[in-house]
């Protein structure tokens, strides 16, 4: 059979980790030992995660456009894709029997006679390669957190103030627009008042002068977004959480919250009520006959309730028993299943791959401590520089500002790399038992863990009075077919999705 053989990094800064020789060399002596017939051979240095893959493309039009039967030979699943975007790619090419995909380090090959588990096998692969994608928008996460800690704004600046560059050490800052923010603090003392409503404060900023970076008026919900900013004081507010800031505040605290008072008389309290009841299927379903969701209630304090509208009569509203539709939702969750057999083979694919995955984590933690090292050392001589007086204060505080936070990085990458391996394994695991015992998984879960299960196995659920509808997401509806027969290999979301509710 002839054959293309494909080795793959991300960028050049890896030309010496997963380096392209290293990968052709294993890949060609496959290629040897299985008697395979190489006609192309492509070393490509492409991020798999980029919407545009020109190289791969031309891989993919090369191999269509072949009379017979190619196999695609590459070193593992994350050297082809670190997504599910390519899958129906493959898996067209596949049935269409022009096309065989050989991972040489996991030992798995697919072809149009591939069986559901070596299909599962292939997704397990890729589920992993998306967790490390995942795990570097994580550290990139990281850091932002560390400037926040630090009281560094990340981001466009809000009005009042403008994004710039430090001259003292070439980072991203924040500072007073001197034309706008005086404006802004007037906004705030003229609505402190009480005498405005938005529309008129609307007019009134427009009169004053104070637009938006596009000069155009601030509409009441754009007023309104700048009213609510703690960023104004002296405090930063990402995701809920605060951070005190190092910029110059434009309003006192006390000013900031004599608006809020404002506000609140006026009824613009976004904050939402929370029930103290643990509903389970609260904000989970829809009324098929109305299309608006289904609310909760209790009665007697410990009988539990939905409530929908009536099919036969969109005017009234019917109770119904929380534990008829909890039925039915254990009665598909019965459904699924996996054999033993299957569960096992999979187990051991995924506990391989795992392995695969702490000998690259192994191999970056010893890197990242060879430039921490590194970074101690470049420290160490600006230190005696400064000391010796051949460069001055200000390059001096620049650069080491620059070494520390690369130091910084170095240490959220470091603990990301350690958490990486036995972490996703585990989830991995968890989830086959799920698809293996949902049903006992479920009814042993405690309420919270109960709706993340939910949310994980159904989709589009509603209610038609007592009856309960709903799509079961793949793979798992791939697992109710009449033979029992697993056919995860259509799956693309649910193991992704599985993973984000487990963190």
């Known amino acids: 059979m002839k054959a293309i053989i494909l080795a793959r990094i991300s960028s050049k800064e890896q030309f010496d980790g997963h380096s392209l020789d290293a990968q052709m060399?294993?890949?060609?002596?496959?290629?040897?030992?299985?008697?395979?017939?190489?006609?192309?051979?492509?070393?490509?240095?492409?991020?798999?995660?980029?919407?545009?893959?020109?190289?791969?493309?031309?891989?993919i039009t090369f191999i269509k456009r072949q009379k017979t039967k190619i196999a695609l030979i590459v070193d593992t699943v994350d050297r082809l894709q670190r997504s599910f975007k390519e899958t129906p790619i493959f898996n067209d090419l596949m049935q269409r029997d022009v096309l065989e995909l050989h991972f040489v380090k996991e030992g798995n090959v697919l072809c149009k006679d591939a069986n559901s588990t070596q299909k599962l096998m292939w997704n397990m692969g890729v589920v992993m390669a998306q967790s490390y994608t995942d795990q570097l928008s994580d550290n990139i996460r990281g850091s932002v957190n560390f400037k926040l800690r630090n009281g560094g704004w990340c981001g466009?600046?809000?009005?009042?103030?403008?994004?710039?560059v430090d001259s003292k050490n070439?980072?991203?800052?924040?500072?007073?627009?001197?034309?706008?923010?005086?404006?802004?603090?007037?906004?705030?003392?003229?609505?402190?008042?009480?005498?405005?409503?938005?529309?008129?404060l609307s007019e009134n900023a427009k009169k004053w002068g104070l637009t938006s970076r596009k000069e155009v008026k601030l509409g009441a919900q754009y007023l309104q977004t700048i009213l609510q900013n703690p960023f104004y004081y002296g405090v930063m507010r990402v995701k809920g959480?605060?951070?005190?800031?190092?910029?110059?505040?434009?309003?006192?605290?006390?000013?900031?919250?004599?608006?809020?008072?404002?506000?609140?008389?006026?009824g613009y309290n976004p904050s939402k009520i929370n029930t103290k009841y643990p509903f389970l299927f609260r904000s989970l379903i829809t009324c098929q006959a109305s299309g608006r969701q289904v609310t909760c209630d209790i009665k007697k304090g410990k009988y539990f309730y939905l409530i929908c509208r009536n099919p036969k009569d969109l005017s009234h509203k019917i109770w119904i028993k929380e534990l008829i539709i909890l039925k039915q939702v254990e009665a598909a969750l019965k459904k699924i299943h996996i054999s033993d057999a299957d569960f096992d083979e999979i187990k051991k694919y995924t506990q391989k791959r795992a392995e695969l995955n702490r000998l690259q984590s192994k191999q970056n933690i010893m890197k990242l401590h060879e430039e921490r090292t590194e970074i101690e050392q470049q420290i160490d001589k600006?230190?005696?520089?400064?000391?010796?007086?051949?460069?001055?204060?200000?390059?001096?505080?620049?650069?080491?500002?620059?070494?520390?936070?690369?130091?910084?990085?170095?240490?959220?990458?470091?603990?990301?790399?350690?958490?990486?391996?036995?972490?996703?394994?585990?989830?991995?695991?968890?989830?086959?038992?799920?698809?293996n015992k949902g049903l006992v998984v479920f009814k042993?879960?405690?309420?919270?863990?109960?709706?993340?299960?939910?949310?994980?196995?159904?989709?589009?659920?509603?209610?038609?009075?007592?009856?309960?509808?709903?799509?079961?997401?793949?793979?798992?509806?791939?697992?109710?077919?009449?033979?029992?027969?697993?056919?995860?290999?259509?799956?693309?979301?649910?193991?992704?999705?599985?993973?984000?509710?487990?963190?």
């Open 444 to 503: 042993s879960s405690k309420t919270t863990l109960k709706r993340h299960l939910l949310k994980t196995v159904f989709s589009n659920l509603q209610m038609n009075g007592e009856k309960l509808r709903y799509t079961m997401n793949s793979p798992l509806s791939e697992c109710m077919d009449a033979e029992g027969e697993t056919k995860w290999w259509r799956e693309q979301d649910f193991p992704v999705n599985f993973l984000t509710h487990c963190n």
């Open 25 to 59: 060399r294993n890949l060609e002596q496959y290629a040897e030992r299985k008697e395979l017939d190489v006609i192309k051979k492509l070393s490509i240095i492409e991020s798999s995660t980029k919407k545009q893959r020109p190289e791969f493309d031309e891989m």
């Open 241 to 266: 959480q605060l951070y005190q800031h190092n910029y110059e505040p434009l309003i006192s605290k006390q000013l900031f919250d004599k608006c809020q008072e404002v506000k609140k008389k006026r």
């Open 170 to 200: 070439g980072k991203a800052s924040v500072a007073v627009d001197l034309k706008k923010a005086r404006l802004v603090k007037k906004l705030f003392s003229e609505y402190s008042k009480g005498t405005y409503s938005l529309k008129l």
């Open 156 to 164: 466009q600046a809000p009005l009042g103030y403008l994004n710039i």
């Open 382 to 435: 600006l230190t005696d520089l400064l000391v010796k007086e051949q460069i001055p204060q200000d390059i001096y505080n620049r650069k080491y500002t620059q070494l520390q936070q690369r130091n910084s990085d170095i240490t959220a990458d470091l603990r990301a790399q350690l958490l990486n391996g036995k972490d996703f394994e585990e989830a991995l695991l968890s989830m086959l038992l799920l698809c």
